[in-house]
């Protein structure tokens, strides 16, 4: 598995916790007990580690960059994107903020509508490490 191969299913882990309203590491521990995460293992479970001890705080700094936009109102897939990729700019080292920007906005023009890359890419290019 590659990095790519990683933000994707840490991004599907993030969104299921979404649905299920409940974000802790349990649930992400079943999420991933049958994956085969090979060399990026440490990267997932920090990304949702952090992404479950910090939900809360990530939210409201989401809220302050979405511009009238805010989380309860985006799309699952936007959320658990920009989730992710904040994650990575405010808790995650050595990963550089352009990095993670870019590849939300990948992941978005996957995933996303077509208005996705655009505002993951506006709300994220604010958020600080």
Known sequence: MNRREARELAMKCIFQMEAQREFTTDNAELFLKDKVLGDQSEYIYDVLNN???HQEEIDLILNEHSK?????RMTKT?????RLAACEI???ENLPKAVAINEAVDMAKIYGTDQSPKFINAVLKNVQP
């Open 90 to 92: 405010m808790y995650i």
């Open 78 to 82: 936007d959320l658990a994107i920009v």
């Open 51 to 53: 992404v479950c001890a």
């Open 68 to 72: 009238g936009w805010p989380v309860s």
